[in-house]
């Protein structure tokens, strides 16, 4: 299943930051864990991911800091800062009233089958 | 890991095409080629060969043109190229910028005090002014000198002339307020500013290409020079008048230590920005001549239609002579820099044309002004000006003529353009070669008057 680009984007934020939460990562291991949290459905385009990430970083909701990697090269990881923290916390809950608004919408009157089927 | 040659080779093309994109930095290269190389050594892993893996990760990195357009989104300030003075340390490099920061300074202090040295102790304005080039410019040649890291050899070829030179330049008897030691004083920069140039080059001064950097560097310093002036000139205008309000009389202190101290120490400063910036803002050059090109070319002709209506180039006056023989100078300097500043392997166009044409009037020009010196001489007798003046006007004679004729060709599709550049960068050292003649053999054989 192939998740559709406009919910993919709108989820990214909350995601990267989320993995983040979980500790320091570089940008292939972010996006490997995002691959692995979804089960391989959430493919982003990878490029698109740096990007992202330095848009985070100059809104000070990550910081970045050059390593090196196991081969010896440069690399760069990032980490959640502070007011990262506040955001995600802030779009949980708005993942949160969306999520809610969806299930409940799906379980009433037709029941679930009949609306995963409106929907797909 | 001989194995892996032609995909550390499709890494790198890949870099290079990556790295075009301005809105890329090449920080965010290594980021991404980081994030290649994971990719790919996990496809790999799953039994994949180089070419399957490379072509995969590459795919999966997405449309380059997109992903570069998102990085233009995220950092537009990066489409105005910017100067960075001190680079971000990388892991190569480390501390060199604040090095050579601090060298700058101290050779910029060191020109400074020089100047303001040979102001205190003679009071001989003339041998002042020989020797004003011997204060300033060796600061200059050693710093490239050091950036370059030149041999023990070129180190000689430099020290060598610059000693000869202060020899010539203070043990010759020249007669007080005389013409040789005027002359001397006019011709020991050129001399010197090649000089800096063997040192620019690193000694590599047979290479066109390093003559033609040098003469890029030439303008861009012109540049740079006189934006720390109009700077400068601005902030001690404003500090002048602030301090007269107040009551305290600067102007002592600005002739006696800001000024002496300032003027050679900014010409360093402006020379490290040139170095500074080399790799990272467009040049100015291009848009310069383009704007200065046509307009002197009108110049030009207004001034041969005025000269040709006011009856005879012969009763040209010496002033204007000397007038004139600035504007050529300025002309070949604007050429050289156009030259400098243009791509070579773009086909000639209609810019070509107009330099051509600024060519051609700058002949027209120096003709008239050879007639008028030689009707003069004639007329006057040969003085050591009138001689320096003439050989002067016949070597500009010389490379405008090969320059038109090879411009010609060029237009015509007959040459490359690397023959226009050749010419110019080869002819070069003849200004120096005639400098040297008015330097050191002019004042004897006219007897220091």
Known sequence: MRIDKDLVAASATPLVLGIL???????????????????????????????LLHRLERLGYVSSLWGTSDAGRRRKHYAITPAGRDVLADRQQQWTVVADALRQVWQTAQGPGAAIEGWA | MASHVELEAQIDRWRGYVQRNRAVSPADVDELEDHLRGQIADRQATGLDDEEAFLVAIKRLGNLDAVSREFAREHSERLWKQLVLVPEQTDNAHATPWRELAVVL???????????????????????????????????????????????????????????LGVVLNLYPFAPAGATGMLSALHAPVILWLLTGLAYAGGRWRSDKRRMDFVRFTGELGVYYTLLALGGAVLIALTLATLQGIGVDFQPVLKDWVLPIAVPGALLVA????????????????????????????????????????????????????????????????????????????????????????????????AAMLTAMLARIAEFGSSPNKIAALGLNLLLLMHLLRAAWLAVGFLRGRLPFA????????????????????????PPVFGFI
Do not use: H
Request: proline content about 4%; hydrophobic content about 60%; charged content about 15%.
């Open chain 1, 21 to 51: 939460t979980e500790g320091d990562l570089y940008g292939y291991a972010i996006l490997k864990r995002v691959s692995e949290l979804s089960d391989g459905s959430m493919q982003w385009t990878d490029g698109m991911l740096y990007p």
């Open chain 2, 271 to 366: 020379a490290w920005l040139v170095e500074a910036k080399q790799q990272v803002v467009e040049n100015m050059a291009p848009v310069l001549t383009r704007v200065f090109t046509p307009l002197t070319l009108a110049m030009l002709l207004v001034l041969l239609a005025v000269l040709a209506t006011a009856g005879g180039f012969a009763s040209i006056d010496r002033n204007l002579l000397i007038l004139m023989d600035a504007i050529l100078i300025l002309v070949l300097c604007l050429l050289l820099y156009s030259i400098s500043a243009r791509d070579p392997l773009a086909p000639p166009g209609l810019f070509d044309a107009l330099q051509l044409a600024l060519i051609i009037a700058a002949l027209a020009l120096d």
């Open chain 2, 106 to 164: 101290a050779l910029a202090v060191g020109a400074g005090v020089a100047v303001k040295a040979g102001l205190a102790w003679t009071d001989d304005s003339g041998a002042l002014m020989r020797n004003l080039g011997l204060l300033v410019f060796p600061f200059l040649a050693v710093y490239f000198a050091w950036k370059r890291r030149i041999s023990r050899y070129v180190a000689a070829a430099l020290i060598v002339p610059f000693a000869g």
């Open chain 2, 419 to 442: 023959a226009v550049e050749r010419w110019q960068t080869r002819y070069l050292p003849v200004y120096g070669a005639w400098a040297t003649v008015v330097v050191v053999v002019f």
